[in-house]
């Protein structure tokens, strides 16, 4: 089965790739005018289009493109004139620290709120959690996010606010992304424990006589965890969505930022890269949720 | 009038009703009640903390924020309401369709909308940035083709259901055709899901449309932009931190009231999902299915 979803990865990051190079090829204008520049004369514009190919007919092109992919050879990037696998490779392991650490926070406080509220159903405590958790949903990070470089930043002093050169500068962009993430999951591990607590056999062991918070933890709190484990593994994927916006905010030198700069210089090489991996992140994190899945139920085969 | 009563049962909802329509009031006469110009540049009132003559304050460039407030306000319900159009106007024929035919169709469309509900909006909406450009166009596309997929479940699920019913297999029976059996009796069914689907849908555009002018890929200046005031506000974080509180407040309001009111009417609309509805509706968003849901499309039965 997991070399079947291997091979679909494959394919999908083949088709993918497929996919944006037709799309890019679609956009308006002389790839070799953007990269020789408005003044450049008309003989560099020649030259350059004659050295990066882009005078052979498109399906040469692709056809070279695919082949040195498969080497691992992405291009160069258009501006810095580095190859792009290297520029790409290092800023995708800060996102990963960066997405990871805030979903470790969502995961540990939505879990202790979300079951807290359900168990104490209806009382104060529930409904601060819950008014909580939807103003936290309404809150985009990048609210959250300056206002707390202003307070913790420029106010109070206390944090730095840019970059990621020592421990101090995670968290601020940790919280914020952990803190919005958290109000997501902490309305559905909510549902998902009310859902559980109220079957049958939670009753009988509370007729057994079994503590309260033995029954949460052992009983309800397992029983609840497919649609949790489903919820993280896809909140995974939004918190990487998620690392984007924050690491414009935070100058966090992950793979977000870099795309979205090279959106804004129209850095083809590069931007077709970072869409691949970050694809490729997201369909192996959502086979490893199909695998968790049959792990924990084994009545789901697929 | 039904609808209305229980409606207004929800006070919360009731109440949140109300503010969603004020601020759709806001954005529809938005050219008339600014207090003063928002595009005039003045750099000599630039940054003015917010007083009597500026509510909240001045920019930068001098420019008005209340003014910039409101007008981003009709920005955004703009944007918001064109996308929801565009993905209602592509997805729910779609749906109907695959949902009516079956089969490879219906197989094939499904494969589909699973894959692009796996990615997180932003990055399809930067996959589509970079082939229409940044701009409210550009914005428009993406998240109506975000959603898409959204549209396309809700209207294949009711088709599903409907074309089961009696006066389907009576209308076939009679030799009615199937554009016309599925305009005549099955369009019927779909209004109100969709009207569910693309009130609960807003908030999440809303949200969006502000992370991608944040980034610079959405709304351009001077247009204004809540998520684009942010970035430009953020520059001067230092010496004019009350410039975040406008466009802040206007997107918290609107996105809660728009969360609020969605999930009343669902919950006034579709009462069969009360009490399921809270466990499911957050795994949904992320376009999950539940394991039950997965075992049975295993099995082949809707």
Redesign the interface.
Known sequence: MIIGRMGFIIL?GFLLLSF?FA??H??PGDPAVLLAGDNASKDVIESIRGAYGFDRPLYVQYGTYMSHVVLGDFGVSNYSRQPVLGIVLSRVLNTAQLATLAMIFAVVVSLTLGSLSATFWGSSLDKTVTVGS??G????V??TG??G??FFG??LEWLPIAGMASWANYVLPVITLGTYQAA?FT??V???M??ALGKEFVITARAKGVAEWRIVLTHALPNAF??II??FG??F??T???S??IE??FNWPGLGRL??ES??T?D?PI?QAS?FF??II??TL?MLVDIL?TWF?P???? | MEFLRSFSRDRVGLFFAFVLLALFAVALTAQWITPSDPFRISLRQGMRPPSWANWLGTDQFGRDVLSRVILATQVTTKIALASILFAVALGVPLGMFVGYRGGMWDAVAMRITD?ML??????LA??I???AG?SEQGVIIALGLSQMPQFIRVARGVTLSAKEELYVEAAIAAGASWPGILWRHIWPNISTPIIVQATLTL?VFV?NT??LS????GVQPPTPEW?QM??E??EV??SA?YL?IGP?IA??LF??SA??VGDTLQETLNPKLKG?R??MM??RR??????AE??SE?KGTP
């Open positions: 999908a944006l799309l890019f679609m956009i939807l103003v949903i309404c809150l985009p990048f609210v300056i206002a470089i202003y420029v106010y997501i309305r559905m909510r549902s998902c009310i859902d497919l649609p489903t919820l896809l909140g994927g939004h990487l969505g998620g984007v916006v414009s905010i795309m979205v959106v804004l129209r083809l931007i869409i970050f694809a997201f369909i959502n899945y139920d009545r789901i085969s697929y | 894959i796996i990615f997180p909006i932003i990055l930067i996959v940035v970079v082939v940044p908030p949200l502000a992370a944040y980034l610079g890929l998520g942010l970035n506000a953020k974080l230092t931190p975040i802040s997107l918290f996105v809660l969360n609020l399921r809270q466990a957050g795994l992320f376009g999950a299915k539940t394991p997965r075992a295993q």
